[in-house]
């Protein structure tokens, strides 16, 4: 899969030390000029359904429990691959100097209907819903919350207004 992005985080000086790797698995579907993301009401943004791949899944396993638990969607198929973006960031677990993230995205299509959500607990208490947005609206939306530097705003942001962005500009051509 080909990079998109290489995004460091301004807190780290060095990528040397102890890193952390988490690859994750996040989903592009589109209807229209709507797109399935999730709105997390304690960073004010908008991000991609998906999330960490657990260690005995592949990025397509990972992908579907994901989804399944984020947003209800059933009947996940890859239609392509957008490609990946490699993050760096400081990372809180004493035992490491860092963490590389790795995010795969994946243009998808899933049943009309959203099921069931099973989100966890914290993802609850941030305030994390599954809803159809305009595409642009979505962008604008994170961009303002990026120009404000909203004391909220999450370290994802970034990476999500970027293939948003990436998405609009390919939707274009």
């Known amino acids: 899969m080909e990079l998109i992005h290489r995004l460091v985080h301004y807190d780290l000086t060095s990528l040397e030390g102890h ?3 988490r690859k994750a698995a996040r ?3 589109m209807r229209g ?4 993301l999730l709105y997390t009401q304690r960073y004010n943004d908008y991000s991609f359904p998906g999330g960490g791949v657990e260690l ?5 396993t990972g992908l579907c429990r994901e989804l399944a638990e984020e947003t209800g969607a059933t009947n996940v198929k890859i239609v392509r691959e957008l490609g990946y973006i490699e ?4 990372y809180y677990k004493p035992e490491y100097d860092l963490i590389r993230m790795l995010s795969y995205y ?3 299509t899933i049943d009309e209907q959203l099921g069931d959500t099973q989100l966890e607990e914290y993802e609850i208490t941030n305030g994390m819903s599954a809803l159809w947005i305009n595409l642009n609206e979505a962008i604008v939306h994170n961009r303002q919350v ?3 530097q909203e ?4 370290f994802s942001i970034e990476r999500e207004t970027l293939i948003l962005e990436l998405i609009a500009s390919e939707q274009l051509s």
């Open 19 to 21: 890193c952390f790797e």
């Open 27 to 29: 989903a592009i579907i």
């Open 33 to 36: 000029d709507k797109i399935l």
């Open 56 to 60: 005995h899944e592949d990025l397509y």
């Open 87 to 90: 993050e760096f960031r400081p």
């Open 106 to 108: 994946y243009i998808c």
């Open 146 to 148: 990026m120009m404000n």
């Open 151 to 154: 004391p909220s705003m999450g």
